[in-house]
């Protein structure tokens, strides 16, 4: 396990170039730089390393209002690890005022039709594997995390008929449970790593060429974090380096692999929303438009900003309400502004939480858009 | 609630007043954060000249320091509230009031971002040329105060060319409109130029009017391999001298390539000991035609290898990784001193030699990069280490470079400011009596000596 003191090297890298300004959807809103990471990281620094300043309520308030969105450690230039130094100063924080994880608890589920963490084995629900059309081309294993599991099934259905069309097989292992990554939000980071030492146990003894995820979360969780957590203990170092190597975004995976199915004709304007924890794999922002531009009738329009955030940081915005809807306004009138009906993103916090302010739209995984093309291919 | 907080919860609403320790801490330095530091007392976020006005009133009343602030992206330590008080967070004063065509002119409140703003007028078809690598999040505001500059320098100058009139709040409230949008005025002393550069020390620049050019249609981004970095030196004077002046010209050297590779793709050859990163623009015939006298330069000159990237998409990736460059440094060093000693272009190569013998006899990692184009190569000393030899010799470095660059006829600021961090050298460029007006200026403005004190010059500053 990592703790503090083991970034302190990593801390001391930042330049205060407050290049993250630009980068903080917290910051760009309320326009206080007590809110962008570079502060946020000053502060943790001095409460927790330098001791120079106390634990209080106000510093509680401050590292709460933090989507985890981890932009700021995506844009920073001189590769700064905020968001992991965050999570730990959760979780300082957390044993200093004796509070376990916040989110209301990592592990309770919310209220139904609120996507978030499930606990015990995940059930998948999605019904029969479709067998796969024409030769097989490569064989994945497929991890429906809690809310494709839970509450869009409809996504992971489509994951599944969409590589049925392209010749992948997909496989759903049993006994896997949710990847933490909420855990890890809240700064339970124990918990974390629980999560993780038994889905990595499960994962890293697969004998398949991919293991697919259809949320930017619990791909961040498999590719980044289990690594992170996993620092000390050779064994499940190993067995994360090999779960990372195997993962991909469901989109992304296809979109590499290339398409063989010829999708029908879907009408409408279409455009994309990249969610803000894509950033483990480089490929997974370009793979929508490569692989669904040749549907025919769908036009797609590209949002002016390619990154900006939906406001709804897991279940950050059940709490934080105001600050979560404004982030979301400025989003959805880009939306509007651009005149797309459709809106695809590989996150289904950002899909909840778009579609609950925009009910002009509709919001989905890119896979369900083309499991709908390749539904008008089979009804023609 | 402390006094303070109480008599600024009077002035204005209690959301734009903060006073914990959290958020005094969040507002302490600039990007020299390693030279000085210092929390204010109380944190203003005004969103209206007048409220700016009540303050200042109020501060020069009770004799409170006030410090301005934009982004915090400086590099003299400029906003760094060093005596405490107040800092004046400008950035929720950003709006884009508006932007004239026919007269090619904007006006903004001084806490619009830079980047943003730019790409406004660009999607009009307009210019705005100044570019501190900063520009994604640096203000207008704190690119006025500073006279900030950028790669465009070279052909395009910097802010303080493009600045026609401002709104400012005084000292002691009061608020005036200096210059105007006309781009001639010939009215009285030039305190428009006056107020620029002066780095929140004789009052609070709210409002900005600015001049646009037509966005050049054509542009063309090309990277010179060179083998030596006197060979870069020689280029960037002969492509000049040629009679091209590119829009864009930086220096940067192999250890810096070597970082910014991770992120182009192909990435460049490390072969070379420093390359010249440019960009042509103008009509497409223009940059055509300097296209074939940059080639014919570089073959004269023998460069390495010419690289022109044809993409536009690809060539914001080069100048993406140049942006990010100096945080990016950090990667592998502990510690950056970032000096913006400039000289004039013909001294560039005698300049380049000198900062390596320096580096060279004090054992020190001296890095060049900046804007080539107009003699601002940033010479930045680099620590691998942290420790007080390295902190000596870096010392001594800084004063021997600030020296060799005044003897050629240079500057001890290019584009940063003095603030804190070049102030000891103020006297040596200036001299006493330059520093005794300065004085008596800042007096005229400020006579209770509240505006940003203990900049610019050292000891006495303040009235
Ligand atoms: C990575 C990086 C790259 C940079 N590259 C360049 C570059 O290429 N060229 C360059 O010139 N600089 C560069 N800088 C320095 C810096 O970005 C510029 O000096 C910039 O103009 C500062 O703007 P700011 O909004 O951050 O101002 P701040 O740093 O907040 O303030 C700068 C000064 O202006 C004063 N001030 C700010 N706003 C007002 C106002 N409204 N009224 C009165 N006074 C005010 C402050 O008191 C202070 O003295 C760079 C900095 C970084 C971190
Ligand atoms: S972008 Fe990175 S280096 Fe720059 S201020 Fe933010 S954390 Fe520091
Ligand atoms: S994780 Fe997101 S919300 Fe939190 S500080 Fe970084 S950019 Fe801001």
Known sequence: MRHLEDYEDAISRCFHCQICQAACPVYLQDLLETYCARARLGLVQAVFLEQTLNVTPRLREVMDRCLFCTRCTRHCPAGVPLDDVFALARENLGKQLGEQGRDGGAWTAPDAGVPGPVAGPLKSGLGEIPAVKGPVRARVAYYPGCATSRLFQDTGQAVLRVMSENGVQVMIPEGLSCCGFPAYVAGDLHTFRRAMQENLSILSGLDVDAILVDCASCGMAFKVKAGEVAKGDGAMEDQAARVAEKTWEATDYLNHLGPVAEPGAVAGVWTYHAPCRIGWTPTAEEAPEALLQDIPGAQYEALETTGACCGAGDLFHLRHGELSRSIRTKRLKEIRRNGAHTVVTQCPFCRYYLQQGGSDLEVMHPLAFLARAYGEMREA | ?463
């Open chain 2, 1 to 463: 609630m402390s006094g303070l907080a109480r008599d600024l919860t009077a002035l204005l609403d209690s959301g734009k007043v903060l006073t914990d320790p959290e958020d005094c801490h969040a507002y302490a330095c600039d990007a020299v954060y390693y030279f000085a530091r210092r929390a204010p007392e109380a944190v203003v976020l005004p969103e209206t000249p007048q409220e700016i006005s009540g303050i200042l009133r109020y501060a020069s009343d009770q004799k409170i320091p006030v410090t301005p602030r934009g982004a915090g992206t400086g590099l003299s330590a400029g906003c760094t509230p060093v005596q405490g008080g107040i800092v004046l967070d400008m950035k929720r004063m950003n709006r884009v009031l508006e932007i004239n065509r026919g007269n090619m002119t904007a006006r903004v409140e001084s806490g619009a971002v830079l980047g943003p703003f730019q790409q406004q007028v660009e999607a009009m078809g307009l210019f705005y040329p100044p570019d501190p690598q900063s520009q994604e999040v640096s203000t207008i505001g704190g690119n006025v105060s500073t006279r900030a500059g950028g790669p465009r320098g070279v052909k395009y100058g910097t802010t303080a060319h493009y600045v026609l009139g401002l709104e400012v709040v005084l000292p002691d409230g009061e608020m005036i409109r200096t210059g105007g949008t006309c781009v001639k005025q010939s009215v009285g002393y030039d305190l428009t130029h006056l107020m620029t550069g002066a780095e929140g020390t004789l009052g609070v620049i709210t409002k900005v009017n600015l001049r646009l050019l037509p966005l050049p249609p054509a542009h063309r981004t090309a990277v010179i391999v060179c083998e030596t970095l006197d060979q870069a030196a020689m280029l960037v004077s002969e492509i000049i001298a040629e009679g091209t002046i590119p829009a864009r010209l930086e220096y940067v050297t192999s250890g810096a390539v070597q970082l910014m590779n991770a992120t182009l793709t192909p990435p460049l050859s490390t072969d070379g000991e420093a390359y010249l990163f440019t960009e042509l623009d103008g009509s497409p015939a223009q940059v055509e035609e300097d296209t074939q006298r940059l080639r014919s330069v570089c073959d004269r000159l023998e460069a390495m290898e010419l690289r022109i990237i044809g993409d536009e998409r690809e060539a914001e990736t080069y100048w993406r990784a140049r942006r990010n460059l100096a945080p990016t440094l950090l990667r592998l060093f502990k510690k950056m001193i970032v000096e913006d000693v400039t000289v004039p272009r013909d001294r560039i190569p005698d300049f380049v030699r000198a900062l390596q013998s320096i580096s060279a006899s004090l054992g020190l990692i001296i890095g060049i990069g900046g804007h080539a184009g107009d003699g601002n190569i940033h010479p930045s000393i680099m620590f691998p280490e942290i420790n007080d030899d390295l902190e000596a010799k870096a010392k001594e470095a800084v004063r021997r470079i600030v020296r060799t660059g005044l003897e050629m006829g240079g500057t001890i600021s290019g584009e940063h400011g003095i603030g804190l961090h070049k102030a000891e050298f103020l006297v040596w460029e200036l001299g006493e009596a330059q520093i005794a007006l300065l004085k008596r200026i800042k007096k005229a403005f400020d006579p209770r000596g509240i505006m940003n004190p203990g900049k610019i010059w050292q000891e006495g500053g303040e009235a």
